[in-house]
Every structure is written in structure tokens, then in C-alpha cells.
T-cell receptor
Framework: AQKITQTQPGMFVQEKEAVTLDCTYD???????LFWYKQPSSGEMIFLIY??????QNATEGRYSLNFQKARKSANLVISASQLGDSAMYFC????????????FGAGTRLFVKA | EPEVTQTPSHQVTQMGQEVILRCVPI?????FYWYRQILGQKVEFLVS????????KSEIFDDQFSVERPDGSNFTLKIRSTKLEDSAMYFC???????????FGPGTRLTVT
């Protein structure tokens, strides 16, 4: 069963505007963590932000914030003030269990930032 | 800033041949991972490694795959007899024991002909 769902295969946003990339997940483990990674056209995977299931506050890292809604099992990424360099593939991922060894990725959302 | 490195960046091999993909994780990281990404598809977990042993592996990681930490710095993925469907980008990642975020290497593109 797919455990990470990203329903937006592609998104467009105007430069300097904010954009939300959706991610829902499914797990029965009370201890888990959620990640967002960026993959530019060059192919590398860049860590953006992490949210633990027990974290009380939404994670933020610069222009990135994670809108964590535990009851709805969603972990949307919000990018504020989009820049042309934000154009990339974005993956939501989840680790399960306290050990956190296995990480499952969603199918990704391709973001296009328009000038 | 320290980073994960991988060699080679691109490997072409014939079906049935053995390949070894190499990774140098960040020096104070103790958890190591291999992932693969078939072109245009999502990133798939292969295996995690901690304390010199496999901690978890996926159904993809069958008997054709093995991992090793031959010394204090390298972490390798071996595919014993490559198949056409092994063609993919292979990413190594590592993380510190006190954090969950994984840092990825630039990947090795494996092409099996």
C-alpha cells in the first residue's frame, strides 16, 4: 500500500509568490518523521526540512515551512517568496519507527516558477 | 561543508557483470543508506546500514545485492549479476546518530546494456 501520496504531478507558481505542495501519509506507528527533499534538474537530492511526529510546532527552515496536520495525516510544504531557482522536483518522504531506518518517498511534484 | 561523495558518477556495464558502487559518507555520520531512482520515477529505499550490519532492507534488495563498509570511510553497494532493470541512479545517503535528516550523495548513474 502506498504510504506517501503526492497528488500534484506538476505545479506552477509566479516568482515571489508562495506555493504549497501537498503530501499525505499513512502509518500506524506513533513514532515517525516526515521529510521534504528537492531534486533539481542536475539530479542531486537536497534535504529541505524535517518534522517529527511528536514535534509540537511546525518545522521551518528559511523560506520553507511544513504545515503539519497530524489528525489529517498531511505534511504540506510551503515555499514562500518563490525564486526561479526553486524550479525542481520535490519529494515528500517518511521514516517509520523510533529507529527510523527505512525511508519511503512519494512520487514527487514538479514545481515550475515563472518569471 | 562536508558532503557525501560517490564514485563513479556514471557506470556502464554489460548484463550479467558485477558492479561495485562506492560512497564516502560524511565523517561523523553512523547511519548509511542506498536508494535507487529509475529514470523519471520515485526514489526507492534499498538498504540501511548501522554498526557494521544491515538494519533494514527492502524487497528490491535481494541476493544479488550486498553492502559493505570495507574500511572507516567507504561504503559500497555491490550488484553481483546486473540485469537490464538495474539501470537507475543509485544514491548513497548518511546521517548523524542524533538527527533524522539524511544527506545524499550526487548519485551514480548505472546503465546496464
Amino acid at each position: 500500500a502506498q504510504k506517501i501520496t503526492q497528488t500534484q504531478p506538476g505545479m506552477f507558481v509566479q516568482e515571489k509568490e508562495a506555493v504549497t505542495l501537498d503530501c499525505t501519509y499513512d502509518t500506524s506507528d506513533p513514532s515517525y518523521g516526515l521529510f521534504w527533499y528537492k531534486q533539481p534538474s542536475s539530479g542531486e537530492m537536497i534535504f529541505l526540512i524535517y518534522q517529527g511526529s511528536y514535534d509540537q510546532q511546525n518545522a521551518t527552515e528559511g523560506r520553507y515551512s511544513l504545515n503539519f496536520q497530524k489528525a489529517r495525516k498531511s505534511a504540506n510544504l510551503v515555499i514562500s517568496a518563490s525564486q526561479l531557482g526553486d524550479s525542481a522536483m520535490y519529494f515528500c518522504a517518511m521514516r517509520e519507527g523510533a529507529g527510523g531506518f527505512k525511508t519511503i518517498f512519494g512520487a514527487g511534484t514538479r514545481l515550475f516558477v515563472k518569471a | 561543508e562536508p558532503e557525501v561523495t560517490q564514485t563513479p558518477s556514471h557506470q556502464v556495464t554489460q548484463m550479467g557483470q558485477e558492479v561495485i558502487l562506492r560512497c564516502v559518507p560524511i565523517s561523523n555520520h553512523l547511519y548509511f543508506y542506498w536508494y535507487r531512482q529509475i529514470l523519471g520515477q520515485k526514489v526507492e529505499f534499498l538498504v540501511s546500514f548501522y554498526n557494521n550490519e544491515i538494519s533494514e532492507k527492502s524487497e528490491i534488495f535481494d541476493d544479488q545485492f550486498s553492502v559493505e563498509r570495507p574500511d572507516g570511510s567507504n561504503f559500497t553497494l555491490k550488484i553481483r549479476s546486473t540485469k537490464l532493470e538495474d539501470s537507475a541512479m543509485y544514491f548513497c545517503a548518511s546521517r548523524r546518530p542524533e538527527a533524522y535528516e539524511q544527506y545524499f550523495g550526487p548519485g551514480t548513474r548505472l546503465t546496464v546494456t
